[in-house]
């Protein structure tokens, strides 16, 4: 099967979303979005993520405890939980609409100009899955460099720190606008391409009073031979 530009956009604005929406998944499940490491037990790291606190033991065990309270989060914690979960819902539909618009998806009952307008929204969405999850995971980072700098908090009191979920974060919000951008793309291909099918397509047929010749693709008219009278 050869592929077209058109068709080739859409593939790598579909993988790309894929692989964005996976790196999200990943990102809101695991609890390493903070990490803490104590100077007088090196042997103890303490996480932190949206759902669940542990404590890493070395050669002991990983102890982690749920949150009990939404409400007791801090406010980056409770935002970043109903952003995430939204990116989620948005990034899976983006993906559903941009499946059923693609070039590889055949179906007669989908006309050209919807399959271009699904196309359309899904990659709106995926741009918005995007937004949806760089601004939770850049507003703790923000909060953590805020409270790692902060003054009024003595040298002796560990700090939080950068966990390994925020950089994945930011690797799946970067896949999820590059997806959506060649989604969109692709949508102002299929524009264009729409538009030259009409154009190339007869509007008007030739009249039936009239023969009509066909040559090369156009059509001619023909004019009708007359009757002498005598």
């Not at 996480?47 to 890493?56: A, I, K, P, S």
Request: aromatic residues 10%; hydrophobic residues 45%.
């Amino acid at each position: 099967m050869s592929w077209s530009f058109h068709g080739k956009t859409q593939l790598g604005g579909l993988l790309l979303s894929l692989l964005g929406w996976v790196c999200l998944c990943i990102t809101t499940v695991l609890p390493q979005w903070k990490t803490l490491s104590l100077e007088l037990n090196e042997m103890e790291t303490w996480t932190m993520g949206l759902w669940e606190v542990c404590v890493d033991q070395e050669e002991v065990a990983t102890v982690c405890k749920t949150f009990e309270s939404f409400l007791s989060l801090p406010q980056e914690l409770q935002a970043s939980r109903i952003l995430m979960v939204a990116s989620h819902g948005l990034g899976l539909m983006g993906l559903l609409l941009s499946g059923f618009g693609a070039e590889c998806f055949q179906f007669h009952r989908i006309r050209w100009v919807l399959k271009r307008r699904l196309c359309l929204l899904g990659g709106t969405l995926e741009a918005s899955a995007a937004a949806t999850t760089l601004l939770p995971v850049s507003w703790v980072a923000y909060t953590t460099i805020q409270d790692f700098w902060d003054d009024s908090i003595p040298e002796i009191v560990p700090r939080w720190e950068f966990g390994d979920a925020l950089y994945l974060g930011w690797a799946a919000g970067v896949f999820l606008a590059l997806g959506g951008l060649l989604l969109i793309f692709s949508a102002c291909l299929g524009k264009e391409d729409v538009s030259s099918l009409h154009m190339a397509v007869p509007t008007t047929a030739p009249p039936s009073c009239a023969p009509a010749e066909v040559s090369n693709g156009s059509f001619y008219l023909m004019p009708r031979p007359r009757t002498l009278f005598i």
